[in-house]
T-cell receptor
Framework: NAGVTQTPKFQVLKTGQSMTLQCAQD?????MSWYRQDPGMGLRLIHY???????DQGEVPNGYNVSRSTTEDFPLRLLSAAPSQTSVYFC???????????FGSGTRLTVV | TQLLEQSPQFLSIQEGENLTVYCNSS?????LQWYRQEPGEGPVLLVT?????EVKKLKRLTFQFGDARKDSSLHITAAQPGDTGLYLC????????????FGKGTKLSVKP
C-alpha cells in the first residue's frame, strides 16, 4: 500500500499564480484533511472532507479551495498565491477520524 | 474555538532521563491523539485515547487521558536519542470527527 501520496514535494510559485496540490490515498478512507505547518504555529486545518461530495472549512480556509469527487482524491487549489501561503502542506486521511490519521510526506511551497 | 495547549514547548534532556509532556484544553474531546514528527516527514500516529481515565502503554511511552477528557499526558521512561522529535497532541470533538485540532507541539532532544 502506498498510503497517502502528495505531489509535488517542492514547488515555487510567483505571487498571483494558481496551482493544485494533489493528494491521493489507497486505503478507502472516508475522512481526508489538508493542513499547513508553519514555524511556531503548529499544524492548522485548512479544509476537510468526511466523504465524497462533502467538504467543510477548517481554521484557515481563506485563499484555498477543495473538492472531493472520489474517495481516493482530495486536491487543494490555491487560486491566487500570496507570500503568506509559503508553508509546508500536509494531507491526511482516516477511516473514522476519531481513531487517528495517516499523513502524507508533505509539499513544501514557496511563494515569491 | 477549541484550543490545545502543549507544554513544554522545548525539552532537552540526557539519555536515560524521564520526561512528561502535557496537553491541556478547556474543551471536552471525544478522542485525543498523539503523533511524532521527524524533520522533513509527516506526523506519525503513536496512540489514540478515547475513554476518560484511559492509560495506554507503548514500550517506554505511557499515554493518559484525563477523567474529564480535557487533557492528556505523554510520559517517556529512560529516554533514548531515538526518541528525539516533535511530539504533537491532537483532539477531535464529538460534533465532527473530521475537525482534528493540533497543539503546537513539544520539540524533544535527547542527548547521548
Amino acid at each position: 500500500n502506498a498510503g497517502v501520496t502528495q505531489t509535488p514535494k517542492f514547488q515555487v510559485l510567483k505571487t498571483g499564480q494558481s496551482m493544485t496540490l494533489q493528494c491521493a490515498q489507497d486505503m478507502n478512507h472516508e475522512y481526508m484533511s489538508w493542513y499547513r505547518q508553519d514555524p511556531g504555529m503548529g499544524l492548522r486545518l485548512i479544509h476537510y472532507s468526511v466523504g465524497a461530495g462533502i467538504t467543510d472549512q477548517g481554521e484557515v480556509p481563506n485563499g484555498y479551495n477543495v473538492s472531493r469527487s472520489t474517495t481516493e482524491d482530495f486536491p487543494l487549489r490555491l487560486l491566487s498565491a500570496a507570500p503568506s501561503q509559503t508553508s509546508v502542506y500536509f494531507c491526511a486521511s482516516s477511516r473514522t477520524g476519531r481513531y487517528g490519521y495517516t499523513f502524507g510526506s508533505g509539499t513544501r511551497l514557496t511563494v515569491v | 474555538t477549541q484550543l490545545l495547549e502543549q507544554s513544554p514547548q522545548f525539552l532537552s534532556i540526557q539519555e536515560g532521563e524521564n520526561l512528561t509532556v502535557y496537553c491541556n484544553s478547556s474543551s471536552v474531546f471525544s478522542s485525543l491523539q498523539w503523533y511524532r514528527q521527524e524533520p522533513g516527514e509527516g506526523p506519525v500516529l503513536l496512540v489514540t485515547v478515547v475513554t476518560g481515565g484511559e492509560v495506554k502503554k507503548l514500550k517506554r511511552l505511557t499515554f493518559q487521558f484525563g477523567d474529564a477528557r480535557k487533557d492528556s499526558s505523554l510520559h517517556i521512561t529512560a529516554a533514548q536519542p531515538g526518541d528525539t522529535g516533535l511530539y504533537l497532541c491532537a483532539g477531535t470533538d464529538g460534533g465532527s470527527q473530521g475537525n482534528l485540532i493540533f497543539g503546537k507541539g513539544t520539540k524533544l532532544s535527547v542527548k547521548p
